[in-house]
């Protein structure tokens, strides 16, 4: 492509800057061919001039387009250079807070220099089991590749973790070994995982240290191999150290610090155990203080040191060992503080008792003489003789530093040497993964031997990384099959070999070390001798001869050569090690040394000019011998350390972390271009970026390909096979056929050619949006010219229409007043008239009503006389009438008395004897026959009569009233006449007064008008001042009422809404401390199938027993659910069961956390009494009624008491007399004819039988007619007094008989009572009528319902047509005969009911009977009796068979019972087909029988056999789905068995009676009721686990990766740098899957019974997984945060709430479970650009905390150009908004949380003893009782 087609107007170029690096420009004009210069713009709107080099002529690099910048991998830009690079990192770092990026196989990690949320718990799990091109770029996902390529390929793996000091690599590999000790775990109870994340603080104490650069710096390297077995879990780990810096033991620089353990003890010194150490403050030491930083901000020595020794503690290093380690630290300490003094200046002096040397010898248990002795000398050896020499006191200093350095050498060793073996296990190991901590390149002012080494190091790495990344990318092209062309790349063994070859720098430096003279000098001349010309990459500086250049692979590094000879040789001296050696006292340091060191001097003299003491010893000879032996240098230990480790890292598949440092201040987020390029350069960053661009580096799928680009195809161009489409639209896009390859998969293209695809893509959008644009603003401006034609016309209407109405208006108002003149003179002349007729008709009318009240009064007087004598005439007739009859009465009742006295004397004599008993038996039925229609004839009478007397009362009352009426109207008139004819007087008088008064009268009126008028106005004025005032004052009253209204409003709001909180806080307690409970059973679980693991894998290791040997249910071959092997086998399992539901059950921590959940819900359950004080009023009000309405029925309670008493006194009695009789006949029967079975006993027993079942009916008919007796002459009694004008002779003879007064009141006494209890039945008669009315009233009610209901059913059907009307007019009558059929049906249920509840009661009975009947014989009959009496043969009816529900069962049978019935019974099979919770229907009937037998041992077998097989198959089957739903449901129903059978009132009240019968009566199983739940509790958390293994592979291709709404997301370019461990795209899952997954989970619960509220439950669960996993991958994936992803996701969550919806679930929570995820949609579709969109998210996205609000907009990418960014400011503006919410700093939700789950009581309607047992089951040794 050439180039003018690039460098067109508008295309932005990266320049070269001094201070940015590169700088962004714009093209002002074309660029063509020849042009020495190119007119740019910067971004701050400078024009400039950029030169182009006239030699190469090279044009500034090309920036990538806005919608490539920021990718997760380098590789996806399109163009791939140094300024595209340092950009895309930049912008990910400042502007998303991203730390991490892909650069092809290498992670860029660069430090932000502040703790961020990304590294818990939860965002491991969320990484593991990903592809690493999946998720955003992480440390995690370095690690799970490198996982996950151990498992599949069984190769060994390495990450190198590689940087500068204080990039960040120590936190890097940090992280990477607890993810490895996180997601893989342990194979013991070793806690290895643990062991190896406690070695950090071990080795971070004893080798970290504070520099300029970073305050926990690595100043050592290290490999650790972390050891797996074959199932991939951790067995162990092994630990390799590099080159620790000995030097910062006894100097530091300005700023820096010692190793931290040495501050750690010197901050605890203070502490008790510490004191012996004999430390103090840390300036107080010459190690500790030469940085003059003792302190790092933010971190407590003191809780360091204690972190430590725990880390100690867990690695097996005992208290004793801690306690020598922390003596020996102290002893460096005190060393450096010795202080050594002049003596001459060829000898020094230690003064004698030096304090810090006391020290040390006491800490390392040597004597004070030797350390001073050896300190200041130093033994020499010659040939012959040995020779100790006195050293200045500058060598003195150094020798004392080098030993202090060699012991802590020698400690670090050890320290590391323990640890490796704590974390060494027996267990083979099958793999590994290293992961290597190494310093990165390094160059400062002063380079000496430490960093020379460093960089070697990197040189070997780094050509490492090189073939692997060129091997990388030759196996892409030749699996895609694309020609392969070698690319050129940067080899840097030139550069090793300068290194480490024969007479390499390494190699003369071992050389002059050897040498007696050798020097720093004489090193470097060899050095410029030998490489100065004969290698490129060797250089000596200008100004000096004791320093070298050499070109490392990312920069020149000048070394000095001073010190290079001292630290290769390491030069320490042999007698202080000896002295230190002969230490008895403290062992460990003796073990320090116990490899026998040699002396470190490498040669047998040392120049100098001290003086010397001649010894007269001979040498010894092995000692002279072991003085030739030297030890390596350190500079060939190193090389060949580090060719061991470059072979561990090619025998294995590295992984590449390369830790960038973004400035050398510390600040957070913070990017320095310059020093960022330095290091990328540095660590091989941009060699792999230049290794890719060299061949193509842009790699798209054709499916990819064909989504993204298919808006460049024409229709004609779109074909079946997408791949020869794309091949074809690509040919004729691109006309250069090298710029790209077809692979078999994928298409390659070279650099640059997606961002012109890009290009060629947005300029055919712009085109179609102007296009659209220009038809839209052609729809709106004819729109708008047509709104305002139509606006004119109105408005013309509306005007001439309104000048036509003012026309009219003028003539209406003319007319108006025309005729309001005409009515005005009207109103005048009428109004004179009137007054005129008024005066005349009120004359008239006075004198006329005078006339009227004379002749009215004189009437009035001539009636009342007649009135008058008419009524004394008839009370003299009353008063003669009442005598006569009172005397007659009386007399009546005296004569009836003597009478009634005399008949019951002949009653008495005839009632004691025999005869009279069977005469009044053989004629009381003539009598009471007699009586009855006595009785009906004078009701007869009676009702007549009272009919009769009714109406003449009515008629009299009605005339008496008229009467009355008339009587007081005449009165009224009377009195008004009497006070018309006095007014009419006095008003005549007064007339003639006023006529007078009148002249005087209008004289004063026109004085008092005047007086009025002026009153007025004042009064007036004063009204109106008074209203002003008054309308002041409501209007302050109205503002008051409505402040203390508000306030009182605001205070009600505010009490409510804080009971509302503390009701939501008690309910977020409650589930909370539920949610606790349900873990720590959770856990409690875990441990009881860890300890049945344990048990079996014991039971199954014991093979001394043939007999007692079982298979294990889980490791069977054949795959079998259950098998026993023998009989014994079978009891020895039941036996185990027993013991281990024993275990299982009998738990204090359960019965605990019980009675505190217990707790918790009646604190719940006291608020909501509170809430319920309403209801209890309306209770009491509700019993005030009862008791008045008990009131109203006690007279009728008491009536039914006496009856009641009376019958039972009378059926005793008869029932004495009947035994009497039957004894007495038993008694006298001596011969067969009277023996009981004779035919005369029956008769005898039978007429005795059927005399007092008639008895008593005659008792209650007495009673009824005694009843009825009484009210009637009640009655009469009260008619005869009304009557008594009427009727005298009837009473004159009953009043004969009454003889004394006391009669008279005990008879009153007994008809008041009488009387009061046939009201009584009156009442109830009455209401019994009143409710039968009211029934028959309703179903006249219902009938008129029918009727009209049926009218208008025939109205709609003559509408219809003839075919819709026969078809309605048959659904109508389908619809009647359904209603009377299920009507008949339930008239039918009750009738059996009734029919069987009689028959119950009726064997009841007969059983009494012949039990009574039984016992009577037994106590009259002798045994000899018994055995003559003959046998009749008798006629037995079969009786129908009466089920109690109850299942009875063997002893031995239990086994085979659990066997067939929870391990055998398959969901699958035989379970389909069963009534929902038919096992445990039949375990309750099992369990019944035993509680009605009284059988606790079997009882509690039962039970423990029940819980520990439920227990056995979910742990066998615990991964099938239907398996723990079916348990779920059976458990579940058992439990509510227990409850509703178990006889507490709160579980009874929906049960029928018979199931109330059905309870359980002798034990109260309230705990094993909790065991049980516990046990649902275990099985509802598996049945969530299960069911989330199932969904969780689904959720994020369903609902973030499929696009559901085909062409709604576009496919963003990307690198493709997807590792070998990605997964194919093929058969992924949709939502679809999703939907119908759900679906299969609720049809299987509800197809086992399960109880709706628990599917509600499990239903929300789901939900919140789904949306959990969803918002999880969405917020650590950037290329999910797009606009049309957020639409996408949006219609993903609608399919979801469809689902809700269909299946009747939308009510209960589980929607509200996808709040977040909908929330997180919404934000990436609303606008982000203004305060005001800032104020709207803030408000919209309640769900989501503050970091995932942050973490959505640093993540949004826009997927076309037309989208734009989130800006830095309006994220700061959000954080800003939400920095006073209160919430959890966690990033992502917590997929492994369940809500605690509730069991709700659910009644079961089904009646025990109808429950039938299939024989599908095998139990047929299961009885129904």
């Known amino acids: 492509m050439a180039a003018s087609e690039l460098y067109t107007k508008s295309a932005r170029v990266w320049i070269p800057d001094a201070e940015e690096v590169w700088k962004s420009a714009e093209l002002n004009k074309d660029y063509k061919n020849g042009d020495v210069s190119l007119q740019l713009m910067l971004e701050d709107g400078t024009n400039v001039e950029h030169k182009l080099d006239p030699k190469t002529k090279n044009l500034p690099y090309l920036r990538n387009p806005d919608i490539l910048v920021g990718e997760n991998d380098l590789t996806a830009l399109s163009y791939l250079h140094e300024p595209a690079v340092l950009h895309n990192l930049k912008v990910r770092f400042v502007d998303s807070k991203l730390i991490y990026t892909y650069c092809g196989i290498v992670l860029v990690a660069i430090n932000p220099y502040e703790p961020l949320p990304i590294y818990g718990t939860d965002i491991i799990n969320a990484y593991s089991g990903q592809n690493m091109g999946d998720m955003d770029p992480h440390i995690f996902a370095v690690a799970e590749e490198a996982y996950k390529q151990m498992a599949r390929d069984e190769r060994n793996q390495s990450i190198i973790v590689s940087g500068e000091s204080g990039a960040g690599k120590t936190v890097s590999a940090k992280y990477a070994m607890r993810y490895f000790a996180t997601v893989s775990g342990s194979t013991s109870e070793a806690n290895v995982e643990q062991k190896v994340l406690a070695s950090n603080p071990i080795m971070e104490a004893i080798g970290n240290a504070k520099t300029t650069r970073n305050d926990n710096s690595s100043r050592f390297g290290k490999y650790i191999e972390i050891g797996f077995d074959t199932r991939y879990r951790i067995i162990g780990a092994n630990m390799r150290t590099y080159l620790l ?57 003191t809780n360091e040191l204690s972190t430590t020794r725990k880390a100690f503690t867990l690695l097996g290093i005992n208290e004793s060992n801690q306690k020598g380690l922390f003596q020996v630290l102290a002893a460096i300490l005190h060393l450096g503080n010795v202080e050594i003094k002049d003596r001459d200046s060829d000898s020094s002096v230690i003064p004698p008792n030096n304090r810090h040397l006391t020290a040390f010898c006491e800490l390392v248990g040597v004597t004070y003489q030797d350390m001073s002795q050896w300190l200041c000398h130093r033994k020499l050896k010659t040939a012959t003789e040995t020779y100790i020499k006195t050293l200045p006191r500058l060598q003195a200093t150094n020798a004392r530093d080098a030993l202090s350095k060699h012991i802590y050498a020698k400690l670090f060793n050890w320290i590391v040497e323990h640890v490796n073996k704590a974390l060494i296990t027996n267990i083979k190991q099958h793999s590994f993964i290293g992961v290597l901590d190494i310093y990165g390149f390094e160059t400062f002012e002063i380079n000496s031997f430490e960093q020379f080494c460093i960089n070697y190091a990197n040189e070997k790495l780094q050509q490492q990384f090189n073939m692997h990344v060129f091997k990388l990318e030759q196996e892409e092209y030749m699996r895609e099959q694309i020609p392969w062309t070698l690319i050129d790349f940067y080899d840097n063994q030139p550069c090793i070999n300068l290194i480490e070859a024969k007479m390499g720098i390494l190699d003369l430096l071992d050389e002059e070390c050897k040498m007696p003279k050798g020097s720093d000098d004489s090193w470097a001349q060899k050095l410029y001798n030998t490489h100065l010309k004969a290698c490129s990459l060797f250089e000596k500086p200008r100004m000096s001869n004791r320093a070298f250049i050499i070109q490392h692979f990312a920069d020149k590094v000048e070394y000095q050569c001073e010190g290079f000879l001292e630290k290769n040789k390491d030069t320490v001296n042999e007698e202080q090690i000896n002295v230190l050696k002969a230490s008895k006292k403290f062992h460990l340091l003796v073990e320090l040394f116990h490899d026998g060191e040699k002396a470190t001097s490498p040669t047998s003299q040392v120049s100098g000019t001290g003086g010397r003491t001649r010894l007269s010893i001979k040498p010894d000879k092995g000692r002279e011998k072991s003085s030739k032996e030297h030890k390596k240098t350190v500079g060939c230990q190193f090389r060949n350390s580090l060719q061991m480790l470059m072979g561990t890292l090619n025998a294995t598949t590295p992984h590449y972390v390369r830790c960038i440092k973004p400035n050398d201040f510390k600040l957070a987020f913070t990017f320095d271009p310059k020093r960022a390029v330095q290091q990328l350069r540095a660590c091989g960053v941009l060699e792999t970026i230049r290794i890719s661009a060299a061949g193509f580096p842009s790699r798209w799928t054709y499916q990819e390909f064909f989504s993204r680009y298919r808006v460049l195809m024409k229709q004609k161009d779109v074909l079946a096979d997408k791949k020869l489409t794309c091949r074809n639209v690509l040919e004729q896009l691109v006309q250069d056929q090298d710029k790209y390859q077809f692979g078999k998969t994928k298409i390659f293209f070279r650099a640059g050619q997606v961002a012109y695809l890009e290009k060629l893509r947005a300029e055919k959008l712009r085109a179609a949006c102007i296009r659209i644009q220009k038809t839209i603003r052609c729809w709106l401006e004819r729109k708008k010219y047509l709104r305002k034609r139509s606006s004119a016309i109105t408005i013309q209407r509306f005007t001439r229409g309104y000048q036509a109405r003012c026309l009219a208006k003028f003539m209406r108002r003319t007319q108006a007043a025309t005729v309001i003149q005409k009515y005005q003179r009207m109103c005048v002349e009428r109004k004179r008239y009137r007054q005129k007729q008024a005066a005349a008709l009120v004359m008239q009318t006075i004198l006329r009503a005078y006339m009227a009240r004379q002749k009215y009064q004189a009437l009035r007087r001539e009636h009342k006389a007649v009135i008058i004598q008419k009524r004394v005439r008839g009370w003299l007739a009353r008063c003669w009438y009442k005598r006569c009859l009172v005397s007659i009465v009386y007399l009546q009742c005296c004569f009836r008395r003597m009478k009634a006295r005399r008949e019951l004397k002949k009653l008495k004599i005839e009632a004691r004897s025999v005869q009279h008993l069977k005469k009044l038996n053989k004629g009381m039925e003539n009598k009471i026959m007699q009586l009855q229609r006595k009785i009906d004839e004078q009701n007869k009478d009676k009702r007549l009569v009272n009919e009769k007397l009714v109406s003449l009362e009515t008629t009299y009352t009605a005339e008496s009233e008229r009467m009355r009426g008339d009587l007081s109207r005449l009165r009224g008139v009377e009195e008004d006449a009497k006070n018309k004819g006095n007014q009419v007087s006095s008003l005549l008088e007064e007339l003639e007064k006023l006529r007078k008064e009148l002249t005087s009268t ?101 093979v001394s027993k043939p007999g007692h040997r079982r298979t294990d249910s889980t490791h069977s071959s054949n795959g079998s659910e259950y098998t026993y092997n023998s009989e014994y086998a079978e009891l020895e399992e039941g036996s185990r069961a027993a013991e281990d539901v024993t275990r299982g059950i009998d738990t204090s921590l359960t019965l605990k956390l019980q009675k505190r959940l217990t707790g918790l819900e009646q604190d719940n359950q006291s608020l909501r009494n509170e809430l319920e004080n309403k209801e209890d009023q309306f209770q009491r009000a509700r019993a005030r009624d009862d008791v008045e309405f008990k009131k109203a029925r006690g007279a009728e309670l008491e009536y039914e008491s006496l009856k009641r008493q009376e019958l039972d006194s009378e059926n005793k009695k008869l029932k004495h007399d009947l035994v009497e009789i039957r004894q007495s006949l038993l008694g006298k029967a001596a011969t067969g004819a009277g023996a009981p079975g004779s035919p005369a006993y029956k008769v005898v027993l039978e007429q005795l039988n059927a005399s007092c079942e008639e008895l008593e009916v005659r008792k209650e008919e007495v009673l009824i007619l005694r009843s009825q007796l009484v009210s009637q002459k009640e009655a009469m009694h009260h008619k005869d007094e009304k009557e008594t004008m009427t009727e005298p002779s009837v009473y004159v003879e009953d009043v004969s008989k009454l003889k004394d007064a006391d009669e008279l009141k005990q008879a009153y006494m007994g008809l008041k009572d009488t009387n009061r209890l046939l009201e009584h039945q009156l009442q109830t008669q009455r209401r019994g009528y009143d409710n039968e009315v009211e029934s028959l009233r309703g179903e006249l009610h219902n009938v008129k319902e029918e009727n009209n209901r049926q009218q208008q059913l025939l109205a709609q059907n003559l509408q219809l047509p003839p075919e819709a009307r026969i078809e309605a007019s048959l659904q109508h009558e389908i619809t009647r005969l359904t209603n009377e059929n299920l009507d008949l049906m339930e008239q039918l249920e009750k009738q059996d009911r009734t029919i069987r509840k009689l028959k119950k009661q009726l064997k009841v009975y007969s059983k009494r009977i012949g039990e009574m009947g039984a016992g009577q014989a037994e106590g009259q009959t002798s045994p000899g009796q018994m055995v003559d009496e003959p046998i009749h043969p008798v006629n037995i009816p079969r009786r129908e068979k009466d089920f109690q529900g109850m299942l009875e069962y063997k002893k031995e049978d239990e086994l085979k019972l659990v066997k067939n019935l929870i391990l055998e019974l398959k969901p699958r099979g035989v379970a389909v087909n069963l009534i929902p919770g038919l096992p445990a229907y039949i375990l309750f ?176 669960q789901q939900f919140y997984i789904i949306g959990a996993v969803t918002l999880n991958n969405l917020l650590l994936r950037k290329d999910m945060c797009s606009w049309s992803k957020g639409m996408q996701i949006r219609y993903n969550v609608s399919q979801l709430e469809e689902w809700l919806r269909d299946k009747g679930l939308m009510t209960f929570g589980a929607k509200e479970t996808l709040e977040p995820l ?59 908004r939400l920095r006073d919410r209160c919430e959890s700093p966690q990033l992502l939700m917590d997929t492994k949380m369940i809500y605690p789950v509730t069991f709700p009581f659910s009644p079961s309607s089904l009646a025990l003893e109808t429950i039938q047992i299939p024989g599908s089951l095998n139990l047929g040794f299961l009885t129904r009782v």
């Open 1485 to 1660: 009937m099992c369990l019944r029988h035993a509680d009605y037998n009284n059988d606790d041992q079997k009882v509690r077998t039962l039970l423990t056999s029940t819980i520990n097989s439920i227990k056995k198959i979910l742990k066998k089957r615990g991964d099938d789905f239907e398996t723990v739903s079916f348990w779920l449901a059976n458990t579940c129903r058992f439990l509510h068995c227990l409850k509703q059978y178990s006889g507490d009132e709160a579980f009874m009240k929906h049960n029928t009676q018979r199931q109330n019968e059905h309870s359980l009566s002798n034990f109260d199983l309230a705990e094993y009721r909790q065991v049980i739940s516990d046990l649902a509790i275990q099985i509802y958390q598996q049945l969530i686990k299960c069911m989330e293994n199932i969904l969780q592979p689904m959720i994020v291709s369903g609902m973030l990766e499929h696009e559901t709404i085909q062409g709604v997301s576009g496919v963003k370019p990307t690198g493709l740098r997807k590792r070998t461990s990605s997964i194919a795209d093929e058969g992924t899952y949709t939502l679809d899957s999703i939907l119908r997954q759900l679906s299969a989970f609720h049809s299987t619960m509800c197809q086992h019974g399960t109880d709706p509220e628990l599917i509600k439950q499990v239903v929300k």
């Open 1718 to 1776: 909908i929330q997180a949609a919404q934000l990436l579709q609303v606008k982000k650009k203004t305060d005001e969109d800032a104020g709207a998210i803030c408000s919209m996205c309640l769900g989501l905390t503050t970091a995932q609000i942050v973490k959505v907009l640093n993540l949004y990418t826009p997927v076309n150009e037309f989208e734009e960014r989130v800006s830095v400011s309006f994220i700061r503006t959000i954080q800003t």
């Open 245 to 301: 810096e000995k030097s910062r033991v006894v100097f530091q620089a300005d700023e820096e610090r010692n190793y931290h353990i040495f501050y750690q003890l010197c901050a605890s010194s203070h502490l008790p155990e510490y004191k012996a150490l004999k430390l103090s403050n840390a300036n107080d030491f010459l190690y500790t203080r030469q940085g003059r930083s003792p302190v790092i901000y933010g971190v407590d020595d």
């Open 1002 to 1102: 209008q004289k004063e009126k026109k004085t008092i008008e005047d007086w009025a008028q002026t009153y007025r106005n004042e009064m007036e004025k004063m009204v109106s001042e008074l209203k002003e005032q008054n309308g002041l004052l409501k209007k302050e009253k109205d503002d008051l009422n409505r402040s203390i209204q508000e306030q009182s409003q605001q205070m009600t709001e505010k009490m409510a809404r804080a009971i509302l909180e503390e009701t939501q806080q008690l309910k977020t307690d409650l589930n909370e401390e539920r949610s606790r409970y349900q873990n720590l059973l959770t856990e409690h679980r875990r441990l009881e199938e860890k300890h049945d693991d344990l048990k079996e894998e014991m039971v199954s290791s014991n």
